[in-house]
């Protein structure tokens, strides 16, 4: 069965096709990045489905159960169920599975929704496969589009479903794609019906549009040669190797290693999480004064519940400007946070320091996901939070 994923893949590298469908267990292990990612498009999916209420659920309890998954979709059109969420098309050995799938006044509508601000040219790519699965399925399809999220949202009060997504038509272009789409879907059945690997070098489609989850197996070998260690591969993609353990992390300016550091605490959430913000905003939610040596922390500020975007950045001012001692040195996130609200901040240093820049990412991403889920975020949560990183922090900052 080729799904969409599965389709795109193959797109990208005939080769990662061939890998995900017979050797699935050789896929790079998610960072926690990833996982987020993941976790906030399902997220922003269910928001999606309020556009259109009261709809029916065809996903199956089994993941991966295919055949329940169609006839569910089959049963509830039947049915004339007018709002399918999840709704899954099967033609010929391709599924399709529809964020949202609507009948209504006799006019069909297929939506994919993406968190994203922006539409990238893959998510047509992705819409035009889908379409093309339904239409050869013998299913009705009038309009099809894109839901992404509205960059240009502003929070004020409950958040506004219909204002935070926006509408991407693309019904009559679609078409033009679906020829290609047919040809895709051959070449992708040809390259599963081998029966060895391909044979396919690396290049840039290991990582466009999306990054390869078989980049710990292709390029092994290739990471072991003297070029790996050359300025161009370290400029370019030398991260994306030591995030998965292939290279070392390459050694960063970090002033010999500073005894104190003063950084900032953010969120950047899907979901604006005050009023005045807008969707992946960057919003400071505390400053940490540590001192590694001592093996000490000082939450010097940090957010009060219930305030708008202005309130909250005033109110860090007054915080940080009343701060009378020199700072010895502050992470590249806080100098520019500093920097871009004029804030009178003295510091001596400005260091890029990774594992500063780690746990900034771990933080966030834990008050992201609970700011995606529409929890409130309140000072007793984030303190506990604080806390609790900023002890394996200091050891690992310590060591």
């Known amino acids: 069965m080729i799904s969409k994923s599965a389709f795109i893949r193959g797109i990208q590298c005939q080769k990662a096709l061939f890998l995900y469908k017979n050797y699935y267990n050789l896929r790079d292990k998610p960072s926690v990045e990833q996982l987020a990612k993941f976790k906030r498009g399902t997220q922003v999916g269910v928001y999606a489905q309020l556009l259109f209420p009261n709809g029916v659920d065809c996903s199956p309890k089994k993941a991966g159960d295919t055949k329940t998954w169609v006839k569910n979709t089959q049963l509830q059109i039947s049915n ?3 709002i399918l969420y999840e709704a899954a098309f099967e033609f010929n050995g391709s599924m399709a599975a529809m964020d949202i799938y609507t009948k209504i006044d006799g006019f069909c509508q297929a939506y994919e929704v993406k968190s994203s601000l922006k539409i990238s040219p893959v998510f047509e790519i992705d819409l035009a496969f889908q379409t ?4 050869q399925s013998g299913h009705q399809l009038d309009g099809a589009g894109i839901i992404t999220v509205n960059g240009d ?3 004020n009060g409950e958040i506004d479903w219909q204002q935070y997504f926006q509408f991407s038509d693309y019904s009559d272009h679609l078409k033009l794609w679906h020829p290609w789409i047919e040809e895709q879907i051959a070449i992708a059945e040809n390259t599963l019906s081998q029966g060895s690997i391909p044979k396919i070098g690396i290049g840039k489609q ?14 092994k070998k290739p990471l072991a040669e003297h070029w790996s260690n050359t300025i161009p591969f370290k400029t370019t993609h030398h991260h994306l190797f030591a995030e998965k353990g292939l290279v070392p992390n390459l050694k960063t300016e970090e002033i010999n290693t500073p005894n104190e550091f003063f950084f900032m605490l953010f969120a950047a959430p899907a979901i604006p999480m005050l009023n005045g913000c807008k969707p992946y905003q960057k919003t400071p939610l505390a400053m940490l004064q540590v001192n590694i040596l001592l093996q000490k922390h000082q939450i010097v500020w940090i957010i009060d519940e219930e305030l708008d975007n202005e309130s909250l950045l005033n109110q860090c001012k007054r915080t940080l400007q009343n701060i009378k001692s020199t700072v010895e040195v502050v992470d590249q996130i806080t100098h520019q946070f500093i920097e871009n609200n004029t804030i009178d901040l003295k510091f001596n240093l400005q260091a890029s320091c990774e594992k500063v820049m780690e746990f900034q990412s771990e933080f966030r991403i834990s008050v992201d996901n609970e700011i995606n889920s529409l929890k409130t975020i309140n000072n007793n949560y984030l303190t506990a939070l604080i806390e609790e990183m900023m002890r394996k922090f200091i050891v690992k900052m310590h060591n």
């Open 80 to 82: 004339e169920n007018p």
């Open 132 to 135: 093309y699965i339904i239409k």
């Open 153 to 155: 949202y502003q929070k």
């Open 206 to 219: 290991c990582f466009e549009p999306y990054s390869c989850d078989f980049i710990k197996f292709c390029w």
